[in-house]
C-alpha cells in the first residue's frame, strides 16, 4: 500500500532551463518536473514563472488543493536566468541573443509594469517612486546588515529545536 501524505505542503521547483554548464535537456532524462511527485501521488502543474499573473493563478489552485485537504501539491515555475550560476561559470552554453531575447520580451517586471499601465492600476511615475522606495529599502538593509556586530557565538542556537 503507497502511503501517501496529507500534509498541506506546497513544493515550488525553479526550473530556469540550465544547470551549471549545461541544458536541462542535455542533463535530465525527462524535462517535465512538474510530475516528478506522481510516483508518490502528488499532482503537479507547470507555471510560465516569468508571468506573475499565471503564477498567482497556479499559487491560488495549489493552495486551494492543500487547504482542501487533499494533500501535496507541485509547482513548477518556469523562469529563466540571465546570468551564470557563479563567478565561476560564464554562461558560455547560450548565446547572447537567447539572453537578450527573453530579458527583453519576457522579464517578469517589464511584464507586469507594462500590465499594470496597460489596465490602468498605475503610470509610470507611480511605478518609478515604487522603485525607489524598494531601492532605499534595500541599501538601508544592506548598510544595516554590513554596519551591524556580528552575532555572539552563544546565539548559534537559539531558535533551534534539537531533539536527540
Sequence with gaps: ???RSKLPVIYIIENNRYGMGTSIERASA???FAHRGQAYGIPGEAVDGMDVMAVRAAAERAVEHARAGKGPFILEMKTYRYR???MSDPAKYRS???VEKMRTQHDPIDQLAKFLIDEGYADEAALKKIDREVKDI???AAEFAQNSPEPDASELWTDVLLDA
Excluded: A, Q
Aim: proline share 0%; aromatic share 6%.
Design 30 to 32: 525527462t524535462t517535465d
Design 84 to 86: 551564470g550560476h557563479s
Design 96 to 98: 547572447k541573443e537567447e
Design 1 to 3: 500500500m503507497l502511503f
Design 138 to 140: 534595500v541599501t538601508d
